[in-house]
């Protein structure tokens, strides 16, 4: 990767970190991740290899659980890289056939970020989440309440990939004349 890509890896996952710090003061079980939509931006604009696009996906994890308040900050070290993955391989696949390559591609990389993070967190600390007052026990109460977290936070991140893509993509590109 060259030091110019990883300047701007750098600068979005930092935007993205500010972000999610001051989502975190919420303190909500459940905080949305706005790194996902950076990091996410950050594999659009500069298509590293797949190793690098893991790298990406380690250094958010990384940087999620430093600054989380969810219920299980080092379920991020699983999630988010595996987020980058999907961004990595579905952009791949999309990004001749539409113009929305990056709406779909990461609104898909989030809800794989933000489930397999469920499902991380559920395994690890379930009884302990679950017995709280919030849930009284109840998987479903549990469910009701993050999902539509992670999808609200999916369409938020998509539409802002969307909506910084075409400017950005454009200033690389004036960079690169």
């Known amino acids: 990767m060259k030091s110019k890509d990883i300047a701007i890896v750098g600068i979005l996952l930092a935007i993205g970190a500010i972000l999610r710090y001051f989502l975190a003061m919420l303190h909500t079980p459940l905080t949305p991740n706005m790194i996902i939509a950076f990091y996410c931006l950050a594999i659009i604009l500069i298509r590293p290899k797949v190793l690098e696009a893991l790298g990406i996906g380690l250094v958010a994890g990384a940087l999620s659980m430093l600054i989380s308040s969810s219920m299980f900050p080092p379920a991020n ?26 709406t779909v591609t990461t609104f898909v990389a989030t809800l794989a970020s933000g489930f397999t993070f469920a499902a991380v967190a559920i395994l690890f600390v379930g009884a302990t989440v679950l017995a709280s007052p919030k849930y009284h026990g109840d998987l479903m109460a549990f469910v009701v309440v993050f999902v539509p977290i992670v999808i609200i936070t999916a369409v938020f991140n998509a ?7 075409i400017p950005s993509s454009r200033v690389l590109l004036r960079g690169q004349e």
């Open 159 to 165: 539409i802002i990939v969307q909506l910084l893509y």
């Open 77 to 102: 070290l699983i999630s988010e890289p595996l987020g980058a993955l999907v961004c990595f391989a579905l952009y791949a696949v999309l990004c001749e056939r539409t113009r929305f390559a990056p």
